[in-house]
């Protein structure tokens, strides 16, 4: 039979995992910007200001994402490390 507090952990190791895949999210779309970046002075030198503008929203709208993923995992992050500190005072 598996105890309340096995289940916990594990529940606690997987929020752990998804987390750190939501960092790895992050790390890739900020390379993405850098990317991006280099992209724009390409385009500078070509004189396609359109294009520009395009990789600059793309750049907001990246930007806007991870500052919501980065406030989601603070959020739950938070929420799951209260969790493990109960299972740990509560043992």
Known sequence: M???VDTSLELI???THRFERLRGIIQLRNQR???MEQQAVY???KGQL???E???????????T???LSLFI???????????????TSV
């Open 2 to 4: 598996i105890s309340t």
């Open 66 to 68: 991870n500052k919501q």
């Open 33 to 35: 910007i850098k990317e």
């Open 50 to 52: 359109q294009e520009i």
């Open 13 to 15: 190791v997987i929020l």
């Open 74 to 88: 603070k959020k739950w992050e938070q929420k799951s490390n209260r969790k493990e500190e109960q299972l740990y």
């Open 54 to 64: 395009l990789l600059m929203q793309q750049k907001e709208g990246i930007l806007s």
């Open 43 to 45: 385009f500078f030198e």
